[in-house]
Structures are given as structure tokens and as C-alpha cells.
């Protein structure tokens, strides 16, 4: 995308064109043949059509908060907080912004004007969420009609922090199977708004922000493809990460409303171990499903939940510390947005390669999990900024 494009603060990668599959095959596999069709010869089997990530983009939302702005009233400084969480500073969305606001921001980064990417139009958009504009309708329909994709389908997905892999196989399934040729993907969290100011262990925690993904066609064994996912729930744990009030099961209670009903509620400790135990769960069985070692992974993306979790989990699955992608310390947990933006923030250093192997792992409220193997896209142009707005902001 050229600079004309209206930057403001957050990260940016851009994923230039369609990658160049014949170029990228040949540095991968060492082989530069081609097929040669002989006339009065049976071609053989078409290529087979799979799904391959395309383009990542993230923003996040006015100043950084750090651990000192914090309320008083929360008895918390910055040591405390570093020590229990890894997390340094968060953004706030502020008054007037909701969800659809900040999905639009990272979403635009992507598709132009016309509602096409630099690879090509969008013809469908998924949105991950925990924090819906409204209960009803849905917000990616007006985030797709405000970013000129006309009608295409545009749906919500809601999986909590899981949101992200979730929506990642969603639209693997919708291009493999030939629905859409190129599906936007946007994961967005706007928790502020959904916070008891009065609760210090979800306040210290939770930012907002968003992240886009454009999943588009592309052939088998061609970087950026998504090759497999593992995905879980488990109901008996609903009530670990809520928000009891506003929707139709409190409303079906009339006069049963509890005051702070309509803030988000967690059971950190109870969490903590869900968390870690599905996560690893997860890693391992999708790693037995690709033919992986632990040791063949050379970028692990977790979701940004908080230090503790993201170290006891690569502990276990036994991937080095040192290909764990992390953002969390300048962003904080920003739910279906923190993987992408985890993603965004570290291209735009140059960690990736074409065809470097991704491990991607997330779980949230439902309970959800999920985990996503894929290789890192090759591309003609991988133009990497750090797109800033007021504020030095450095992508690293």
C-alpha cells in the first residue's frame, strides 16, 4: 500500500502482492521445475486449492497507559504489576470509540478505498470479538459497509480471546472450499469499556486495540499457507470469564439483576490453569497433526495474556523462550486483537521469513482454545512500517 494511506498510531505490515509461488517454491524445496504439458497427454491432477495468510496489519488506540498512570485507588506501582504480569503499559480506546472503531482502523491498512487489497478485492469479512458494538445486530456488517466492501457476508465470531485462530480456520474453510477467492479478518477488543473500575486484576491486565488478516487462494505448499488447526471448548467452565448482565439470560430473569452485572468478571487463578494446560494441550496435538518437533517451530505466537502464562506454556510444549513472540509488555491483553498485532509488531523488525514454520495458540472465555500451524507468506514487497501519529511509538 502506498503512503497515501491514512496512517495513524499502531503497527503496520503491509503484505504487498500474491506471493510469487513459483519463486518461493523454488527457494524452499531447492527445485526450479515447472510442469510441462505434453500435447495428447493427461496433464494430471490440478493443483490443489488451499488457503494462504496474505497480509497482517495492526492499531492501537491513543497514548500508552503505563503501570504508573494507573488509579491510586488500585494500591498498584509499576514493579508490582511488571512482576505479575510483564505488562508495562496498555491503550485505552477513550470516550466515543467502540469496537467497530478501532477494527476499522486496523482493517483499512489493508483494503483501499475500493474495498480491494494490494492483492486483490475482498469478497468476505469475519470479525472476531468479545466487545460488540451492540448485542444486535452483529458489528461486521457495518464495518464491512464503512470500509466499501458493498454486500459482501460479514459476520461476528465469538470465541473471546480465542477469537483470532477461530476466525483463521473460519476462513481457511470458506477459501479452500472455493465460497471466497479473499476473506478480511479483523480481531478487535475494546475491554475498557466493558471494565468495573473497581476491578484492579481484569485493570491491569486487559487493552484495547484490533488486528487485521487478509486469507486468500493460493496452492499447497506455497508460503503463507494455513496448514492445519486444533480447536476446543468446554462449557463447564462458562462462568470463569463473563459478563453476566445484558444479555437474554439475565433479561429472562426480571428483578434479578446484581449490581456490576454489566462489567467483564474473571477467576484469574482458576483461569491461569486453564489456560496453560489447554494451550499446551493444543500445541502438542496439533504438532503430532503437522509431523512437527517442538524444536521445528521457529516463531511460537501465542496469545498475550499475561508473562506467566506465556512462559509456562512454552516450558511445556518445549519451545525456546527465545522464538516466543511477545507484545504483551506495551500493549497489554487485547483479547481476539493481541496475536495479530503480535504478529504486525514483530514483522515489522524483520523477524519472519518466507516459509519460516508458525505456531499460533490462544484460549479465552466460553472456555475456547485453539491453535494454528501455518508458514510465514512470502511476498514481492514485504514493506514494514511503524505507522505513528503524535507520539513515538517504536514497532519493537
Not at 497515501?4 to 523454488?26: F, K
Not at 448485542?135 to 466499501?148: D, E, N, Q, V, Y
Not at 448482565?245 to 490453569?273: H, I, K, L
Not at 498485532?341 to 472456555?367: H, N, P, Q, V, Y
Request: proline share 6%; hydrophobic share 40%; with cysteine.
Amino acid at each position: 500500500m502506498e503512503s497515501e494511506q491514512r496512517v495513524a498510531r499502531g503497527y503496520v505490515l503491509d503484505g504487498g502482492a500474491q506471493p510469487d509461488t513459483e519463486r518461493d517454491t523454488e527457494r524452499l524445496t531447492g527445485s526450479s521445475a515447472r510442469p510441462v504439458t505434453v500435447p495428447g497427454q493427461d496433464p494430471g491432477p490440478a493443483p490443489v486449492r488451499t488457503a494462504v495468510l496474505e497480509a497482517v496489519a495492526g492499531w492501537v488506540p491513543g497514548e500508552p497507559v503505563g503501570n504508573d498512570a494507573l488509579p491510586a485507588a488500585w494500591g498498584v506501582d509499576d514493579a508490582w504489576v511488571r512482576a505479575r504480569t510483564g505488562i508495562v503499559s496498555r491503550h485505552r480506546a477513550g470516550v466515543g470509540l467502540a469496537t467497530g472503531d478501532v477494527a476499522f482502523e486496523a482493517a483499512r491498512r489493508l483494503v483501499d478505498d475500493g474495498g480491494s487489497t494490494a492483492a486483490g478485492p475482498v469478497d468476505a469479512l469475519v470479525l472476531a470479538t468479545a466487545t460488540p458494538d451492540h448485542p444486535c445486530p452483529g458489528t461486521a456488517p457495518a464495518l464491512a459497509a464503512r470500509l466499501g466492501l458493498g454486500t459482501v457476508p460479514a459476520f461476528d465470531i465469538g470465541a473471546a480471546c480465542s477469537g483470532f485462530v477461530y476466525g483463521l480456520a473460519v476462513c481457511r474453510g470458506l477459501v479452500a472450499a472455493g465460497l471466497h477467492e479473499r476473506v478480511l479478518l479483523v480481531g478487535a477488543d475494546v475491554y475498557s469499556a466493558w471494565l468495573d473500575p473497581a476491578d484492579r486484576s481484569a485493570g491491569v491486565v486487559f487493552g484495547d486495540g484490533a488486528g487485521a488478516a487478509v486469507v486468500g487462494a493460493g496452492r499447497a505448499g506455497t508460503p503463507g499457507e494455513l496448514l492445519a488447526f486444533d480447536l476446543g471448548s468446554d462449557g463447564t467452565g462458562y462462568d470463569l470469564i463473563t459478563v453476566p448482565g445484558g444479555g437474554a439470560r439475565s433479561r429472562s430473569m426480571p428483578g434479578q439483576a446484581t449490581e456490576g452485572d454489566e462489567f467483564f468478571r474473571m477467576q484469574g487463578p482458576a483461569v491461569y490453569q486453564h489456560a496453560v494446560e489447554r494451550m499446551t494441550g493444543s500445541c502438542r496435538a496439533l504438532l503430532a497433526k503437522v509431523g512437527w518437533d517442538a524444536a521445528d517451530v521457529d516463531h511460537f505466537v501465542p496469545h498475550q495474556a499475561n508473562a506467566r502464562i506465556l512462559r509456562a506454556v512454552s516450558a511445556r510444549v518445549g519451545i525456546d523462550p527465545r522464538r516466543c513472540v511477545t507484545h504483551l509488555e506495551r500493549v497489554g491483553n487485547t483479547g481476539a486483537a493481541s496475536i495479530p498485532l503480535a504478529l504486525a509488531d514483530a514483522a515489522s523488525e524483520g523477524r519472519f521469513r518466507a516459509g519460516d514454520k508458525m505456531l499460533i495458540t490462544a484460549f479465552g472465555g466460553g472456555l475456547t482454545w485453539g491453535s494454528a500451524a501455518l508458514r510465514w507468506p512470502g511476498t514481492r514487497t514485504n514493506d514494514a512500517r511503524c505507522a505513528t501519529e503524535g507520539t513515538e511509538h517504536d514497532a519493537g
